[in-house]
């Protein structure tokens, strides 16, 4: 056996393996990689590479397992193509099909045919076993052209397979990964182009960022939108279990999940929603009920709409459809719900300010003064003022 552990220096001599060694060896590691491409995809469906943050399975392989984006997902479509197909599995791991040959089927079995391969894939196994992989290559196509032709085309076409994958981590961040066909796949690219923002020369956010920015911003707006066309108002329900004793601090609230929600989403929830507030005092016991009701009424809302015109936060460019009405002094420290104590935010800055603690003040002028921990001030001038008619 060859040694290449780090304690040992590789002699390029002890490489030199006879002709036989060397099919015995290639016919092991192709054993071996498929039963690699089966444990990829088990840990693919338990979702443990995600506790790290990894976005998918391939990017997992990229980080941790030192692979290219190619070779990523070659492991990763392999160990789909072997736990769908049992048969062609069992043949790859006892090497009854090389991995070439494994190739070859997996070339002529597009998502269509997925289910023609499944009931024929034992007699498809035992027809190409013996093969040399060209003509397994050639039996392959010639499969596939037989299995497209006893497709009906009149009957209607199985839904595309489309997949998501999502669970919380520790840290309270939602990891996952999808799966999407080609139609589906553009309308979502088209969403993310069409979300993104560039907030000038300040803005120091890289590609992924804004682009997780901009998918927040879909999901924000279609919670918003999704009834009517327009900004129907569509304000959120949220159930929150608060602590009355941090109200004048960092409220501690709960969901209906029973999950701890940070303090800067409590107060983003708390300004522009249908609020179930159930207060608890020291002991944990409820105070009060609040019935439902909208925190900014519909009519305030289109007077702040005409006012700012879209968000606040300075060169944002966010339309008033794509915003949450904040109170600049904040709601639980007894702010008022009127124009004055109110500005529009999208809803990734309104999360923003809260969470980063940022301080808003409305100008007579119009204009919204904001002011970061550091001190830095900047102001934006309201977007909502018609144009003037010059001239007679």
């Known amino acids: ?9 590789v002699d390029v001599v002890d490489c030199v393996l006879t002709a036989s060694e060397l099919l015995a060896a290639l016919a092991a590691h192709e054993r071996e990689a498929a039963r690699l491409a089966l444990a990829i995809r088990r840990l693919e469906l338990s979702g443990d590479w995600g506790y790290d943050g990894s976005v998918s399975i391939a990017a997992w392989l990229r980080t941790h397992g030192r692979l290219g984006d190619s070779d990523s997902w070659k492991w990763v479509h392999r160990g789909r193509f072997l736990d769908r197909f049992p048969a062609v599995a069992d043949a790859a791991v006892t090497r009854t099909l090389s991995a070439g040959q494994v190739t070859a089927l997996q070339h002529a079995c597009p998502a269509k045919l997925a289910a023609v391969l499944a009931e024929q894939q034992t007699e498809i196994v035992a027809i190409i076993a013996p093969l040399p992989v060209a003509d397994t290559e050639k039996t392959c196509q010639l499969w596939k052209a037989r299995a497209e032709a006893i497709i009906d085309d009149n009957e209607p076409r199985p839904e595309p397979e489309r997949s998501l994958r999502m669970r919380r981590a520790g840290d309270g961040a939602l990891v996952g990964n999808f799966e999407l066909d080609d139609v589906a796949a ?4 088209k969403a993310i182009r069409t979300a993104s923002t560039w907030e000038g020369t300040d803005d120091k956010r890289s590609a992924s960022q804004a682009a997780g920015d901009a998918l927040f911003d879909v999901a924000a707006f279609f919670n918003k939108n999704h009834r009517k066309k327009g900004t129907p108002r569509n304000h959120p329900h949220v159930e929150l279990s608060l602590d009355i004793t941090t109200l004048d601090g960092r409220p501690e609230a709960i969901d209906d999940d029973q999950r701890l929600v940070h303090h800067a989403t409590t107060d983003t929830r708390l300004c522009d929603c249908v609020i179930h507030r159930i207060l ?7 105070t009060g009920y609040g019935r439902a009701r909208y925190t900014v009424p519909r009519q305030l809302f289109r007077q702040i709409a005409v006012r700012d015109g879209g968000c606040r936060m300075p060169d944002c460019n966010r339309s008033v459809r794509h915003c949450d009405a904040h109170h600049i002094r904040y709601w639980r420290n007894m702010g008022l719900t009127n124009l004055e104590n109110l500005v529009l935010l999208c809803s990734r800055h309104h999360h923003l300010v809260h969470r980063l603690d940022l301080e808003l003040k409305l100008l007579p002028s119009g204009q919204v003064e904001t002011t970061w921990r550091d001190g830095t001030h900047r102001t934006s001038q309201p977007h909502g003022a018609p144009p003037k008619r010059r001239g007679p």
């Open 280 to 286: 608890r005092d020291a002991d944990n016991m409820p």
């Open 186 to 189: 553009s309308e979502l690219e």
């Open 1 to 9: 056996m060859i040694d290449v552990s780090d304690d040992a220096p």
